[in-house]
């Protein structure tokens, strides 16, 4: 079996789908591996790491998107000259990537049209058996360190307590707001940088693992259920909203840095942060929204750009993984060869649709497309042009 590793066209992303190590273990086990040329060049990976793990370097996407399993960071999507990556896809070929179903349905119609058999990286489900191919996760950990840095750099004090001849220098205080994937590592990351943290998140079940991570959690009683299937947050009403407001108000008010997590899967952000909350915080605050991709969490966060009102720094990072190459294309390449093995058996794509993993993740296959909401949103999406 032919395994191509295309390279990025999306701006700013540095990542590569498979690592040169990743590709000798796939090289061990009998596959090909095709690399397109350049395609690891972003995360200091030269194509002769790759020539010497086994690969074969290939010149043009056309080779690439031959293959008979295309491997992405990014989903397809247009390229300069005017194509789209995915009509270089031929009927039969698989595709696993980063593919943003809910968010581009047309996408998955696209490939289904092509007979493409996509995977997608966001549908894997979020069992325990599935943790070592978990893409979201092992990215979201990373974003969440990284937003911590940026805090830490933008913010004009030191985070950890210094005892100095020049003077005693409090711990800043860091309020992190989501605490999911994320969130946890920003309060792993904040604390070791010597912060005193605060988190707050809906989900009430992640209170112990925010304390054992050395975070106060701050607690705010909801009535009303606040966990959708899957462990995942649900859109709460717009009383719950005020009533979450109300209550980190005091807590975004007296933070030094303050960072956002807040998501719900297929959903705008909810905005936690209003103004009003903005405008109260303490000259030279710091916020980092890491929901700008989703609208933010916070007024007036605009996504890619770093704007002050009031004297605070709002700060909306787009794709921080990426900024972090090296390990961030370790991870998710462990994350599809994980994958990969349970798909491929003896040489062939062995798809089990009753395994939970191939069901949920596979998102087209023979010209179908196999998840129920992207179906769901395509069906609106024609029901409101109609
Ligand atoms: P996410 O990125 O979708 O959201 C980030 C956080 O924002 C979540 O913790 C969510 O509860 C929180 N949030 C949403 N709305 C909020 C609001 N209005 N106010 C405050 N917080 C709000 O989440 P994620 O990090 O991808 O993880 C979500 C779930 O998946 C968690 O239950 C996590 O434990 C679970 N998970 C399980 C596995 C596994 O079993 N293998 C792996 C990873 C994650």
Redesign the pocket.
Known sequence: MRIAIAKEIAVGERRVALIPDTVSRLVKQGFEVWVESGAGEAAHFPNQAYIDAGAIIVSTPETVYSADLVLKVKPPQETEDGRHEADLLKAGTTLISFLDPLGNPELCQKLAAQQVTAFSMELIP???R??SM?A??SQ?SIAGYKAVLIGAAACPKFFPMLTTAAGTIPPAKVFI???????LQAIATARRLGAVVEA????PA?KEECQSLGAKFVEVVLEEETVAA????KE?SEVA?QK?QEAIAAHVKQADVVIT?????GKKA?V?VTADMIAAMKPGAVIVDMAAEQGGNCAGTQAGRQIVEHDVTLIGPVNLPATMPVHASQMYAKNLLTLIQHLVKEGQLTLDFDDEITREACVTHAGDIRNQRVRGLLENAVAVGS
């Open positions: 979020r069992i325990s599935a943790q978990d979201l996760s979201a707001i989501g605490a999911g994937v994320a969130g707050f998140d809906i989900r992640v899957g462990g995942y947050a709460v909203k979450t997590t807040a998501q719900v899967p909810p936690l």
